[in-house]
């Protein structure tokens, strides 16, 4: 009889000197196929702390590369451990206040100069025409 893993004791071991992998209900220690590993290393720790089996069909692997799963097998996976949902927690994000006082009036500024700058200018212009 096999061991059961959860989850958790899955996730544990997600680096490169202790790497497992859950692709179809088992787990495997994939350790020492890092280095061998054509797809490289990052493919298989990217892998890691989750269910891999999409990851794992989605490249196409061979039949050699399915037999070689075998010497990697260390247990099955418990799929009661899987969370059924998680809750989104948004990223942390620094409060925005539109109405900061000084970027506030700044922002007045910029706008209220160019148009006080305007009305002067057409002021100026009809004041020299009309005296002319």
């Known amino acids: 009889m096999s061991k059961v893993f959860t989850l958790a004791e899955v996730s544990e071991h997600n680096n490169a000197k202790d790497c497992w992998l859950i692709i179809d209900g088992k787990v495997y220690d994939v350790t020492k196929f890092l280095e061998d590993h054509p797809g490289g290393d990052e493919v298989l720790l990217s892998a890691t702390g989750k269910d891999?089996?999409?990851?794992?069909?989605?490249?196409?692997?061979?039949?050699?590369?399915?037999?070689?799963?075998?010497?990697?097998?260390?247990?099955?996976?418990?799929?009661?451990?899987?969370?059924?949902?998680?809750?989104?927690?948004?990223?942390?994000?620094?409060?925005?206040?539109?109405?900061?006082?000084?970027?506030?009036?700044?922002?007045?500024?910029?706008?209220?100069v160019p148009l006080f700058i305007l009305g002067v200018a057409v002021g100026i212009h009809f004041y020299t025409k009309s005296s002319a």
């Open 52 to 112: 891999a089996t999409d990851d794992f069909e989605d490249v196409g692997h061979s039949s050699t590369a399915k037999a070689m799963m075998d010497e990697f097998y260390v247990g099955d996976f418990d799929t009661s451990t899987v969370p059924t949902k998680t809750q989104y927690t948004p990223p942390k994000q620094p409060h925005y206040n539109q109405d900061k006082t000084s970027d506030f009036i700044i922002k007045l500024l910029q706008f209220l």
